[in-house]
Antibody, heavy 114, light 107 residues
Framework: EVQLVESGGGLIQPGGSLRLSCAAS????????MSWVRQAPGKGLEWVSV???????YYADSVKGRFTISRDNSKNTVYLQMNSLRAEDTAVYYC????????WGQGTLVTVSS | DIQMTQSPSSLSASVGDRVTITCQAS??????LNWYKQKPGKAPKLLIY???NLETGVPSRFSGSGSGTDFTFTISSLQPEDIATYYC?????????FGGGTKVEIK
């Protein structure tokens, strides 16, 4: 059974950094596109980043230069390093498997506030 | 970026009603269009991929159609468990973009 479990969210001050993790089971993260999608409180879904099976990475303009997606094949985990966080980055962050997004994690809440 | 215009933003219907949601892309996306269902406090769930293909395990009362720029999502007979927000999403071009969502409620 495919399972995605996100962790690493929390309350952080503007300008701070967080690293989100997405631990996968039931498949290997290196074999699938893996994405991060976020949802601000009461708002819709917004794509953040993707890492392709070949290793290429892409980002939304709103996070380019501040966020970095990566994966550790030995831990079967995908990461999202978030630097220079802003209030508008406050959201639930989901990791998602494949394209289309066949499986989603439960999400982890990131709150950027002083 | 490709803009996805979804309508209506909300609707109220009775159990057993046929419900239709539309999604319009700002440019031709062929059939690279997916539909997701999201219940409050939960992660989205894939229902329809490539415009008209039903994801495994999804009830057959859900269907999708369209290609190019105009797409339709239909619930043939609304059930209480269908109360949720539904999103379309294109993946023809990066960045993948979502429609604004349609909140479906029971009348």
């Amino acid at each position: 059974e495919v399972q995605l479990v996100e962790s690493g969210g929390g309350l952080i001050q503007p300008g701070g950094s967080l690293r989100l993790s997405c631990a996968a089971s039931g498949f290997t993260v290196s074999s699938k596109y893996m994405s991060w999608v976020r949802q601000a409180p009461g708002k819709g879904l917004e794509w953040v980043s993707v890492i392709y099976s070949g290793g290429s990475t892409y980002y939304a303009d709103s996070v380019k230069g501040r966020f970095t997606i990566s994966r550790d094949n030995s831990k079967n985990t995908v990461y999202l390093q978030m630097n220079s966080l802003r209030a508008e980055d406050t959201a639930v962050y989901y990791c998602a498997r494949g394209t289309p997004y066949e499986n989603w994690g439960q999400g982890t809440l990131v709150t950027v506030s002083s | 970026d490709i803009q996805m215009t979804q309508s209506p933003s909300s609707l109220s219907a009775s159990v057993g009603d046929r419900v239709t949601i539309t999604c319009q892309a700002s440019q031709d996306i062929s059939n690279y269009l997916n539909w997701y269902k999201q219940k409050p406090g939960k992660a989205p769930k894939l229902l329809i991929y490539d415009a008209s293909n039903l994801e495994t395990g999804v009830p057959s009362r859900f269907s999708g159609s369209g290609s190019g720029t105009d797409f339709t999502f239909t619930i043939s007979s609304l059930q209480p468990e269908d109360i949720a927000t539904y999103y379309c999403q294109q993946y023809d071009n990066l960045p993948p973009t979502f429609g604004g969502g349609t909140k479906v409620e029971i009348k």
